[in-house]
């Protein structure tokens, strides 16, 4: 986090606002992530959590403010001096460095494992088939599943396919990595694994990582720094120690209340 | 009995040459078809409005008219506008075009059918649009499309006979002629009936198969 | 050959081709209401208890949906030369003719779209006919059929359309419907482009109000159509 301060940040979200309709899911989100910092988002359902990072995933386009990537605007780029509306090969050029896993996986049920993680280093990087495919081996390997290669994603236990999708967004080697809600789907006995999983990422690679969660031990324990989500903007912005022994909001402390009550 | 079996033996040979051309309509029909059928399917899912409108307009036009129409409007209306067409030409646009204005809205709705986060999944992994199209969507969409489309190439089976009243030397054609010759109704239109059907039979196979190749791996529900 | 749009014989011929389309029509209607009633028919048969029924029933029904209509109402035209007094021009015996076979060939259709409908009513409806002692009829007439046919009216409107874009196939046994007016006026003047060109509206139109109205009607029936 040091170097910060020389460096623009590698997320940086400016009065950024989502409306659909009339409704206004994100009001106002100014916000920088350093790079290779661990962010848990939490807060309660229909925040707008999922939003912020589909905006950042290109999955939604903002109503308002900005997004900036390494510095350079998402939605928007320079023509002759001008900001104009951002053209599909900027868009992807700086898509390239986010990657997304989902809540349901959204693993492609027509290719079996081994190429739901080729796949994309193949056609989208440009990978030879070998690369990608020992790329794709050696990350199978690290979320235990270098058993299943030739497995279709309908043959997997919930928990397996997520952990292939997490093998299949970490083989594109992003700079940044979304996670929304990834153990929400899982049943309970699963959901311990996934979260060694991420811990395991967080600790080795430099990874700057977005986390959407319920499970407030591991935003405790394991992130560097929470974000707490509150009707379209952030109420607080802390240390994960401090929001949870102490923290500034009431709205803060009763969601707290309620979910720890839950999960205790 | 047996005579009528030595007759039927007799038209084979020329039923068959029939039965070959009535053939090549089949399979013209159904490339033509297929070709029609992903592009204006896709083609009305576009965001650009005046090609989404050609392919409704397109789509529209050719399942709200009659099969026949058509064909008499191809291969008499057309020579009057400048194109000379043979009836065989004639047969395989029609076919084409008709199947594939139903074939379209069976592309259309298989490719609406496929669940967003295959979308998102693509598009977190940066594949361009033509490629998420071809090898994310289309992929699973196909399966679903099989059923509907082996039942449109049924019934673009069946109107190839249609040809045979712009004179094309077709199955139905040379029947009718070996009937007119020889007045055995019964023979001559009871066999090319079992020949068509048995055709048809032929068309479920072909589909069933590729159901089941595209199909592998899919939705077998965590069974395994 | 330049050649140019008439509208003067538009007007011409389109009172003729109007004629016409009344045998269009007509052969719609009398042969819908007879595939309505034989596809019943077929499928009571398919569900009968024994094999030596249903199978051929089922066998038909396969037959007749694999096979040319054409060559159906060939069939029909020179094995059974119905002979009938003149009613007036209109319902001529190749009419009739044109009317059966559109009704057999529609029949199929229909017994598969009734099959749909039945079978989509629970079980439990059935149980429950038999728990009140009800009679097989009274089962079919007041629980059964009233929650079979509604769901697969639009269905049945689509099976309308489609055999409605069938008849011109009657042209070919010379029943005076629209597409042989069109052809005889057409070879008469040589003139073919107007004429064929009013009978493709004529059916599009038709077709697009009729779809309209059965997407109306999906809204109103409980269930989705087939
Ligand atoms: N495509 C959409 N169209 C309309 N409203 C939407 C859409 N997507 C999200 N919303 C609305 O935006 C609000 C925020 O949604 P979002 O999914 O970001 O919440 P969340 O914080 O992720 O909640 P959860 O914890 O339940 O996932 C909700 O009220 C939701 O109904
Ligand atoms: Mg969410």
Redesign the pocket.
Same mark, same amino acid.
């Given at each position: 986090m040091s170097d910060s301060t020389e460096k623009p940040p590698i997320i940086r979200f400016q009065g950024l606002e989502k409306a659909?309709?009339d #409704?206004k $899911? #994100?009001q106002g989100i100014d916000i920088d992530i350093p790079e290779g910092q661990c962010v848990s988002i939490i807060?309660?359902? /229909? !925040? /707008?959590?999922?939003? #912020?990072l589909?905006v950042l995933m290109t999955l =939604?386009e903002p109503t308002g403010g900005r997004v900036e990537v390494e510095g350079e605007s998402l939605y928007t780029m320079k023509r002759n001096g001008e900001e104009v509306p951002a053209s599909r090969a900027h868009i992807s050029r700086i898509r390239r460095k986010i990657c997304m896993v989902f809540?349901h996986f959204n693993l492609f049920p027509h290719m079996k494992v081994i190429r739901n993680v080729t796949e994309a280093p193949i056609h989208v990087l440009g990978l030879s088939k070998r690369e990608a495919r020992e790329r794709a081996e050696s990350y199978l390997e690290m979320v235990g599943l270098s058993d299943k290669l030739n497995a279709y994603p309908a043959q997997l236990s919930g928990g397996q396919k997520q952990r292939v999708a997490i093998a299949r967004a970490l083989a594109m080697r992003p700079k940044i990595m979304l996670f929304? =809600?990834i153990t !929400?789907a899982l049943d309970p006995e699963l959901v311990g694994g996934v979260l060694d999983l991420l811990r395991e990422i967080k600790e080795s690679g430099d990874m700057t990582m977005l986390i $959407?969660t319920?499970e407030m031990k591991f935003a405790r324990d394991s992130s560097d720094r929470v974000l707490f989500?509150d009707e379209?903007v952030i109420r607080e912005d802390s240390d994960p120690k401090r929001i949870f022994t102490n923290p500034e909001h009431d709205r803060t402390r009763q969601f707290l209340d309620t979910i720890l009550s839950e999960q205790a | 009995m047996l005579e009528s079996l030595e007759f039927i033996v007799r038209i084979l040979p020329v039923l068959f040459q029939g039965l070959l051309i009535t053939i090549q309509l089949t399979l013209g029909g159904i490339f033509l078809a297929i070709v029609m059928s992903f592009a204006a399917g896709l083609g009305k899912l576009s965001k650009f409005f005046p090609l989404r409108w050609l392919c409704i307009a397109y789509i529209e036009v050719f399942r709200g008219t009659s099969a026949l129409v058509q064909l008499f409007w191809f291969y008499y209306v057309l020579p009057f506008l400048g194109m000379d067409i043979t009836a065989f030409q004639a047969g395989v646009i029609v076919l084409g075009l008709n199947a594939g204005s139903y074939g379209a809205e069976v592309v259309r709705g298989a490719i609406q059918s496929v669940p967003k986060g295959q979308y998102e999944a693509a598009i977190a992994l940066n594949f361009t649009p033509l490629q998420r199209l071809w090898r994310i969507i289309i992929p699973q969409a196909v399966v679903s499309m099989i059923p509907p489309m082996g039942t449109i190439f049924i019934e673009l089976l069946k109107n190839t006979a249609l040809a045979a009243l712009v004179t094309l030397g077709e199955l139905t054609f040379v029947a009718r002629q070996i009937r007119d010759d020889t007045l055995r109704t019964t023979e001559v239109f009871g066999t090319i009936l079992i020949i068509y059907f048995a055709v048809a039979l032929c068309i479920t196979a072909v589909m069933r198969t590729g159901e089941w190749w595209f199909s592998r791996g899919l939705d077998r529900g965590g069974i395994r | 050959m330049e050649w140019q749009w008439d509208w003067a014989l538009v007007g011409h011929i389109l009172p003729e081709l109007a004629r016409a389309f009344r045998v269009t029509i007509a052969a719609t209607v009398f042969g819908f209401s007879l595939a309505l009633v034989g596809g019943l028919l077929l499928t009571i048969l398919r569900r009968s208890r024994w094999k030596i029924i249903s199978w051929p029933a089922h066998f038909t029904v396969e037959f007749i949906r694999s096979t040319p209509l054409l060559v159906q109402l060939f069939f029909i035209y020179f094995v059974l030369p119905i002979q009938l007094p003149d009613f007036g021009g209109m319902f001529t015996s190749a009419f009739v003719t044109g009317v059966l076979a559109l009704g057999l060939h529609y029949s199929s259709y229909t017994s598969e779209v009734y099959r749909a409908g039945i079978d989509g009513v629970p079980k439990g409806q059935w149980e429950a006919a038999a728990a009140l002692n009800m009679s097989r009829g009274r089962t079919w007439t007041s629980v059964v059929l009233p929650q079979a046919i509604p769901p697969v009216l639009p269905a049945l409107g689509n099976y309308l359309i489609a055999m409605f874009k069938d008849t011109p196939l009657l042209y070919a046994i010379s029943v005076a419907e629209v597409l042989t007016a069109a052809y005889q006026i057409g070879s008469q003047r040589f003139q073919y482009v107007e004429a064929f060109t009013i009978v493709g509206a004529l059916f599009l139109i038709v077709s697009l109000i009729s779809a309209w109205l059965i997407r109306r009607m999906e809204r109103w029936t409980a269930l989705p159509a087939q």
């Open positions: 659909f309709g #409704l $899911v #994100l807060g309660p359902s /229909g !925040s /707008g959590k999922s939003t #912020l589909r =939604e809540q929304d =809600e !929400s $959407v319920h989500f379209g | - | -």
